[in-house]
C-alpha cells in the first residue's frame, strides 16, 4: 500500500519539495507518494481532518498553525513554537522542527562566524537562532527586524538558548561587518537594505544565507560579494529529516547517508529547475 504525504502552505505552487522527496523515495525504494496542497491560513486543521495523510510538510504561513494543532511536540518545536513537519499518530499528530537541523546542515559548510546578523523574527528566524546556538555558541548574534517588539522577542529567545543577542540597526555597513547573514524574510523585503549593501565602499567578506530560492540569484545574493546560500540548501538539508521522520513512522529504516540523499535530492532539484 503506498503511504500518502504532502507539502502545505501558501503559496505552494513553486515548492520544490515534492520534486526532492519523491526523488528520495526512489532511490530508496520506498512506495511513498507525496503532493503539494495550497492551504491557507487558518484552514489547515479542516484539511488534515479531511485528508488522511501519513505526513505532512508545512511551509509558510502554517509554522506556527502547525504548532498549535499538534497533540505532541519534538524538543526543537517546543524549544521555537515552531512546527514544519507534522507525523500522524493514530488520530493526531506530533509535530516536529527540522528547519534547525536543515540550518545546522548548511552551517556544517562554514567556518565558525564571530559576528552573525539574523534578518527577521518570525518562525524561520526563530529556528535559525536555535541552530545558531548549536552550531555556533560563542558568537555575538545581531537580530534585524521591521518591528522592535518582535526583534526584542527573538533577543530574548536567542538569550534563552545561550547566545549573546542584542538588537541591531539595519544598515548596509553592518551587514557587510558581519561574518555571516542569514535572511529569513520573502526575497523582496528590505529592499533599501540590500541596495545599501551592493552600495557600499567595502565589500562583503563574511558568508550570506538567503532563505529564498525562487528566483536566484536573490536580491540579497545579488548584492553580496562573498560567499552565498541559497534557500535550497535549507529545503534539502531539512527535507532530509522530514524523510527519515515519514520513513520511520511507516516502521522504515533507512540505510542511506545524509550525503547520499543529499546529493539525490539536489541533482533532482537542479534537473527539474534546468531540464537541459
Given at each position: 500500500m503506498t503511504n500518502k504525504f504532502c507539502v502545505v502552505g501558501s503559496p505552494i505552487q513553486h515548492s520544490l519539495s515534492p520534486v526532492i522527496h519523491q526523488a528520495a523515495y526512489e532511490a530508496i525504494g520506498l512506495d511513498f507518494s507525496y503532493e503539494r496542497h495550497e492551504v491557507a491560513q487558518g484552514n489547515l486543521s479542516e484539511f488534515l481532518t479531511k485528508n488522511g495523510y501519513s505526513g505532512v510538510s508545512v511551509t509558510m504561513p502554517l509554522k506556527n498553525e502547525a504548532f498549535s494543532i499538534a497533540s505532541e511536540h519534538s524538543e526543537e518545536a517546543l524549544q521555537t513554537s515552531v512546527v514544519?513537519?507534522?507525523?500522524?499518530?493514530?488520530?493526531?499528530?506530533?509535530?516536529?522542527?527540522?528547519?534547525?537541523?536543515?540550518?545546522?546542515?548548511?552551517?556544517?559548510?562554514?567556518?565558525?562566524?564571530?559576528?552573525?546578523s539574523l534578518i527577521g523574527s518570525g518562525a524561520t528566524a526563530r529556528s535559525a537562532a536555535l541552530a545558531i546556538s548549536r552550531s555556533f555558541p560563542g558568537?555575538?548574534?545581531?537580530?534585524?527586524?521591521?518591528?522592535?517588539?518582535?526583534?526584542?522577542?527573538?533577543?530574548?529567545?536567542?538569550?534563552?538558548?545561550?547566545?549573546?543577542?542584542?538588537?541591531?540597526?539595519?544598515?548596509?555597513?553592518?551587514?557587510?561587518?558581519?561574518?555571516?547573514?542569514?535572511?529569513?524574510?520573502?526575497?523582496?523585503?528590505?529592499?533599501?537594505?540590500?541596495?545599501?549593501?551592493?552600495?557600499?565602499?567595502?565589500?562583503?567578506?563574511?558568508?550570506?544565507?538567503?532563505?529564498?530560492?525562487?528566483?536566484?540569484?536573490?536580491?540579497?545574493?545579488?548584492?553580496?560579494?562573498g560567499l552565498s546560500f541559497s534557500g535550497l540548501e535549507l529545503l534539502i538539508w531539512q527535507a532530509i529529516e522530514q524523510v527519515k521522520l515519514f520513513a520511520d513512522s511507516q516502521g522504515k529504516s533507512i540505510d542511506t547517508s545524509n550525503k547520499e540523499l543529499y546529493e539525490i535530492m539536489m541533482q533532482a532539484a537542479r534537473k527539474f529547475s534546468d531540464p537541459k
Open positions: 514544519n513537519t507534522m507525523v500522524r499518530s493514530r488520530d493526531a499528530y506530533v509535530g516536529y522542527n527540522t528547519d534547525v537541523a536543515g540550518f545546522i546542515g548548511i552551517f556544517g559548510q562554514i567556518s565558525a562566524p564571530s559576528s552573525i558568537s555575538e548574534l545581531s537580530v534585524l527586524a521591521r518591528s522592535e517588539a518582535s526583534s526584542t522577542d527573538l533577543v530574548l529567545l536567542a538569550r534563552g538558548f545561550g547566545l549573546e543577542a542584542q538588537s541591531g540597526i539595519a544598515s548596509g555597513e553592518s551587514l557587510v561587518d558581519s561574518d555571516l547573514v542569514v535572511s529569513t524574510v520573502p526575497g523582496n523585503a528590505f529592499g533599501d537594505l540590500w541596495h545599501q549593501v551592493s552600495g557600499s565602499s567595502r565589500s562583503a567578506q563574511g558568508v550570506l544565507i538567503d532563505v529564498t530560492y525562487n528566483p536566484w540569484p536573490s536580491v540579497a545574493s545579488s548584492a553580496w560579494t
